[in-house]
T-cell receptor, first 116, second 111 residues
Framework: DAGVIQSPRHEVTEMGQEVTLRCKPISGHNSLFWYRQTMMRGLELLIYFNNNVPIDDSGMPEDRFSAKMPNASFSTLKIQPSEPRDSAVYFC??????????????FGDGTRLSIL | QKEVEQNSGPLSVPEGAIASLNCTYSDRGSQSFFWYRQYSGKSPELIMFIYSNGDKEDGRFTAQLNKASQYVSLLIRDSQPSDSATYLCAVDRGGADGLTFGKGTHLIIQP
């Protein structure tokens, strides 16, 4: 079975540019999570969707970040405008969990983002 | 504020010995507990999950949970060099909050 698929694997862009990260969850999973990982802060939850509806976006650092899930098989995380401090590895994960959680999450390979 | 604490390590263990990884959490309402393994440059991979007090065994791995002490651990028996990685503890309250991760313990298995 295909796992969580993220694209691109690597992204290098200049400060001020728009960045769009993409994620395809595991088929049948109804919860989707976006995380950011840095050495300093570890793995941080940015936003969480259940049945395509954003449930908790309290981890989104600021208005420059936005996420959408137009259907059950696709989600995007957009940064506009990007800044050097946004450089990190961004992971997407999915699970069969309900809004009440409790189900293991499976991670994609991540997007390594570098903002120059 | 929910917190998950892990010793960052590195924790060095000789090959064949038992590696013991520990995690404490601050939110008494936490219901589900997960251990992920992350190799350098790779994504987190689920190793174990545990919901109830006590021990749960899966092959060489045993997860232990003590909700009264707010403590969860992972034991790796007969440790192998391929077990060398960062181990992330994650906690789920069960509401609409998602997982809270610790910063991980870097484990090194010495041949």
């Amino acid at each position: 079975d295909a796992g969580v698929i993220q694209s691109p694997r690597h992204e290098v862009t200049e400060m001020g540019q728009e960045v769009t990260l993409r994620c395809k969850p595991i088929s049948g999973h109804n919860s989707l999570f976006w995380y950011r990982q840095t050495m300093m802060r570890g793995l941080e939850l940015l936003i969480y969707f259940n049945n395509n509806v954003p449930i908790d976006d309290s981890g989104m650092p600021e208005d420059r970040f936005s996420a959408k899930m137009p259907n059950a098989s696709f989600s995007t995380l957009k940064i506009q405008p990007s800044e050097p401090r946004d450089s990190a590895v961004y992971f997407c994960a999915s699970s069969t969990g309900t809004v009440n959680g409790n189900q293991p999450q499976h991670f994609g390979d991540g997007t390594r983002l570098s903002i120059l | 504020q929910k917190e998950v604490e892990q010793n960052s390590g590195p924790l060095s263990v000789p090959e064949g010995a038992i590696a013991s990884l520990n995690c404490t959490y601050s939110d008494r309402g936490s219901q589900s507990f997960f251990w992920y393994r992350q190799y350098s440059g790779k994504s987190p991979e689920l190793i174990m999950f545990i919901y109830s007090n006590g021990d749960k065994e899966d092959g060489r791995f045993t997860a232990q949970l003590n909700k009264a002490s707010q403590y969860v651990s992972l034991l790796i028996r007969d440790s192998q060099p391929s077990d060398s990685a960062t181990y992330l503890c994650a906690v789920d309250r069960g509401g609409a909050d998602g997982l809270t991760f610790g910063k991980g313990t870097h484990l090194i298995i010495q041949p």
